[in-house]
């Protein structure tokens, strides 16, 4: 908030290369994005439904099936999938563990195992969803805040770039923040299905529609 500037975080959604620009101008200092978010998160997040009307809002979004792709790519990292953080580790209270997500995918693992957990099951189960894959709209709660910017991800450097600009940030060099943003692979590759491809939209709805995706 001492930049009066407000960031609202989409996860999958571009979060470790904001906060490598904030910490370039916050923490100039600090080579770990890990730790200056956390030290961004406890003493300069404010909550945006309570801050001035002044100060410059923005968060970004993504393109929902590039999202659910992503997505996908956390899952399998976790346990008991992938190396793991934990059990727990990015899962909202009240929700599924990763291994509980692992069971209901009744332990095929798959790109399209997956979109059937997050479509059928999960949003049925009455639990809270996971975080990675909620739709954005949830978190952006466009109903209360006003946005000066939201940004694409597949845009990112040149909406960044206008965020910088808009906001009048002490950014001393004009450096490139895409090389935290988007993975080099083709997330399109995922999609074997055209059951996948409706099954996504019809979850992502409201996402397509309120930022414009309407091309797969």
């Known amino acids: 908030d001492s930049l009066g500037l407000v960031y609202t975080q989409t996860w999958k ?3 470790t290369s904001v906060y490598s620009l904030l910490r370039d101008i916050l923490l100039p200092d600090e080579k770990s994005v890990p730790k200056a ?13 309570y801050v001035c009307p002044d100060y ?18 956390e899952c399998i990292k976790r346990e008991p999938f992938g190396y793991g953080k934990g059990e727990r580790a990015g899962c909202p209270k009240g929700g599924m563990s990763w291994p509980e997500i692992y069971d ?19 949003a049925n189960a009455c639990v809270p969803i996971n975080k990675h894959w909620i739709p954005q709209h949830t978190y ?13 991800i597949e845009q990112f ?5 206008g965020v910088i600009k808009e906001a009048n940030l002490p950014v001393k060099c004009k450096k490139t923040y895409k090389e935290y943003s988007l993975k ?20 992502y709805e409201k996402d397509i529609e309120l930022f414009g995706y309407h091309t797969f």
């Open 184 to 203: 080099e692979y083709d997330w399109r590759l995922y999609y074997r299905y055209t059951d996948t491809i409706q099954k996504v939209a019809r979850y």
């Open 37 to 49: 978010r956390e030290h961004i998160n406890k003493h300069h997040m404010v909550n945006p439904k």
């Open 56 to 73: 410059y809002k923005f968060a970004v979004v993504r393109n929902p099936w590039s999202r659910m792709v992503s997505s996908f790519r």
């Open 104 to 122: 209901a995918m009744n332990g095929y693992i798959s790109f399209e195992a997956f979109v059937d957990f997050v479509v059928d099951y999960e």
């Open 140 to 152: 952006l709660k466009l109903d209360m805040i006003k946005y000066n910017r939201l940004c694409k």
């Open 13 to 15: 959604c571009a979060s």
């Open 157 to 161: 450097d040149e909406d960044i770039q």
